[in-house]
């Protein structure tokens, strides 16, 4: 079985301040990570994954995450917060099962960018 | 253009009533999928279909049945609608799960919030 952890409901930061969000996973063989941001009454876009290669992967809005696999974990970070960046975060899984893959979500954090 | 778009953005009903909602992406991808995000924001996949092809049917009440008549369309149809049953239903694409498309992203719908009166 898979699963993926987001270990904080909520993340408060001041803007400028860095900010972090922590995703943890297990799963079975290699995974395939993803964070997705949700803003409010919108669907989840796509932010950025980790397939293979460099642990620090780069995404969009100036979001980062860094693949960790003793710790089993891919935290998404970003050097400077802004208001904007407020809004639901997931991390994302996918594994090998059968030959397909299926994406399981984490439970979503909610970051808070205080001006 | 918009990449998956869903109708009705919004939908209010009576308990016991048939409702669907219809889903299209205009990305050219394989494999769609239905998740429901429930009050706290927690989202369970439903289904997914890979070239109108059933490949993923997690633990849903057959009173909800996915149909895709076609790769770039994908509809859910809900019968006999239940108060639990209120929720945000996003529709999402991907190229193929599987082989070397199964790491790529989804794309999600802005979804269609449904509320069981």
């Known amino acids: 079985a898979q699963s993926v952890a987001q270990p904080e409901d909520q993340v408060n930061v001041a803007e400028g301040n860095p900010l972090t969000v922590k995703c943890t996973y297990s799963v079975s063989g290699n995974p395939y990570l993803f964070w997705y941001v949700q803003y409010p009454n919108r669907g989840l876009q796509f932010l950025l994954k980790y397939i293979t290669g460099d642990n620090l992967v780069k995404g969009s809005y100036g979001f980062e995450a860094e693949f960790n696999k003793s710790q089993t974990s891919f935290h998404l970070k970003k050097p400077s917060a802004l208001v904007s960046d407020s809004a639901l975060y997931f991390c994302a899984v996918r594994y090998a099962t059968g030959g397909s893959y299926i994406p399981t979500f984490g439970r979503g954090t909610s970051l808070i960018v205080h001006p | 253009d918009t990449a998956v778009s869903q109708t009705p953005k919004y939908l209010v009903t009576q308990m016991g009533n048939d409702k669907s909602i219809k889903c299209e992406q205009n990305?050219?991808?394989?494999?769609m999928y239905w998740y429901k995000q429930d009050s706290k924001k927690f989202l369970k996949i439903m289904f997914s279909?890979?070239?109108?092809?059933l490949i993923i049917n997690e633990t849903v009440p057959n009173r909800f049945s996915p149909k895709s008549p076609d790769k770039a369309h994908l509809n859910l149809h809900i019968n006999s609608l239940e108060l639990g049953d209120s929720a945000v239903y996003f529709c999402?694409?991907?190229?193929?799960?599987w082989g070397t498309g199964s790491y790529n992203e989804q794309f999600f719908g802005p979804g269609t919030r449904l509320t069981v009166l």
């Open positions: 990305l050219g991808h394989d494999t």
């Open positions: 279909y890979n070239n109108k092809e």
């Open positions: 999402a694409s991907s190229q193929s799960v």
